[in-house]
């Protein structure tokens, strides 16, 4: 039998403070297998970022385990790659030397693996160029590209296109895809968005809040490139909705 990649195992997390404890986990249990894109959606607050800080080490304070090949996640590594909703670049690095960080691009090994990734998020032409000279969906691609360059073992992405305009958003939604397809890396997404879970992810994993709780995992059989106006589309978009609004008893507007 294989065994997952990830191993999610009975995960709580309390937050204390003077003003009492939050429970922003209770007994989370996932597994993600290689290769799988696997999209969290929640009402806010429900413990989605505090969830994928754990998964990357950022938070060791917490009930329960999480393995990545079977090894027990005790601190940040490379093999987490992590994507924020704002891309976090230095600005005073040109594209080229944000996506190498620390290493050396008179390294030919780092230069080639750095151009490949330029090619692969379609920045060529733009390797000199600034941040600041950069729109939000160019700038969110020098991030992935970035985190892809310590060949992640698992891509860890929180709202990445929540600050983008619908129209970037969902040609990021597709490259985001473009890259699984060439690489299959494996990705664990944070989103609020309905619609961009349906388009990216192989599950869907529904969290109720207070505390977060895994409401409902819906598998996602659509077939690759998924069509956004087909009624399959539409039909488990509904399904989402439908656990959605199961979930939070306060009314919502869930992006559809
Ligand atoms: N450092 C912290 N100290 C205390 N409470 C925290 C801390 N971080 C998060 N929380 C609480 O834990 C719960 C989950 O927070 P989290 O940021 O994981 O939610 P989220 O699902 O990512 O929300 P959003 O969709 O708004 O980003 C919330 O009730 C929040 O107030
Ligand atoms: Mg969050």
New binding site residues.
């Given amino acids: 039998m294989s065994t997952a990649l990830l191993q999610i195992r009975e995960v709580s ?1 309390t ?3 003077d003003g009492g404890d ?1 429970v ?2 209770d007994q989370i249990g996932l597994a993600v297998n290689t290769g799988e894109i696997v999209s969290i959606i ?12 754990i998964v990357a080490g950022l938070d060791i304070d917490i009930e329960g385990d999480v393995l990545l090949e079977g090894e027990p996640i005790t601190r940040p590594s490379r093999e987490k790659g992590f994507i924020f909703q704002e891309h976090r670049l230095f600005p005073w690095l040109n594209v080229e030397r944000n996506i190498a960080g620390n290493l050396s691009l008179r390294d030919p090994a780092v230069r080639r693996q750095v151009d490949d990734l330029i090619t692969l998020v379609k920045l060529q032409g733009f390797e000199k160029t600034y941040p600041k000279q950069l729109s939000g969906g160019m700038a969110q691609r020098v991030a992935i590209a970035r985190a892809l360059l310590r060949n992640p073992k698992v891509l860890l992405l ?2 990445p296109f929540g600050a983008l305009d619908a129209f970037t958003r969902s040609h990021m939604q597709e490259a985001l895809l473009d890259i699984w397809r060439e690489n299959r890396t494996t990705m664990l997404f ?1 989103t ?1 968005d309905i619609d961009e879970a349906v388009f990216l992810s192989h599950r869907i994993v529904v ?1 109720d ?2 505390p ?1 709780r895994i409401k409902s995992i819906i598998t996602n059989d659509l077939t690759l490139p998924r069509k956004r106006t087909s009624t399959a589309f539409q039909e488990l978009r509904t399904v989402v909705l439908r656990t959605l609004e199961h979930t939070e008893p306060e009314k919502e507007s869930w992006e559809i």
Wanted: proline share 4%.
């Fill in positions: 997390k937050f204390h403070s939050t922003a986990l929640g009402p806010s607050g429900c413990g989605k970022s505090t969830l994928l800080k929180d709202e944070v609020h969290l809040s207070r977060g």
